[in-house]
């Protein structure tokens, strides 16, 4: 029993030593083509907040600002997280050998996929905010505000615009991450006590 046991987790160790020396082998190209997809959310998310914090239009009919709207502040708040998160990102992904620890991948999936939403739904708020501006609202008499600030609207739909091709990169970066973590470890293991058996635990 005790020779299968040792056999077992022999074998285990030398795959998953070739999985890892295989990973290796590619992971320049890989590593490289990673930090440059996570830079280039840096200057989107940077262009998105700044065209929403510069917009602002005084006219006869009143003045208006992004800071006006909840949902405007919480792009800019959003937009600049992701820009510093995917700045620091990016600096440890191009560093040799640093997200080679599980505790290191686990991160960059977890946080990945935390921004990915974080940004969609400032997308997504925005997004809703822009439709009442430029529809209106019959059902409760709000009328459109776009006819009067246009330039205003105009600007808020660039920033909500480049918000979403942002998103798109982090979904990319999700599965990128994700395609890291679930190749690179195997699930961890029970072990049948009774028929000294280690069985793979995918929490079924």
Known sequence: ?????????????????AATEKWEDGS?????????????????????????LKDSQDNEFGSVSYSNLSAFRYLVHANGICAGYSLLSAAISAMPGSSSTMPRVWTFFCLDQILTYVVLAAGAVSTEVLYLAYKGDDA?????????????????????IITFVVVCLYVVLSL?????????FDPPAIVDSNKSVEVADFGN
Not at 176 to 184: A, C, D, E, G, P
Request: glycine share 8%; proline share 1%; aromatic share 6%.
């Open 28 to 52: 320049t190209g890989i590593r490289t083509a990673e930090t440059m997809l996570r830079l280039a959310p840096v200057g989107l998310c940077l262009a998105a907040l700044v065209i929403m």
């Open 176 to 184: 990128i991450s994700s395609y890291k973590l679930f190749t690179r």
């Open 1 to 17: 029993m005790d020779k299968s046991d040792d056999h077992h987790k022999t074998s285990n160790g030398v795959s998953g030593g």
């Open 140 to 160: 409760i008499t709000w009328s459109d505000a776009c006819s009067s600030f246009g330039s205003f609207c105009h600007r808020a739909t660039a920033s909500v």
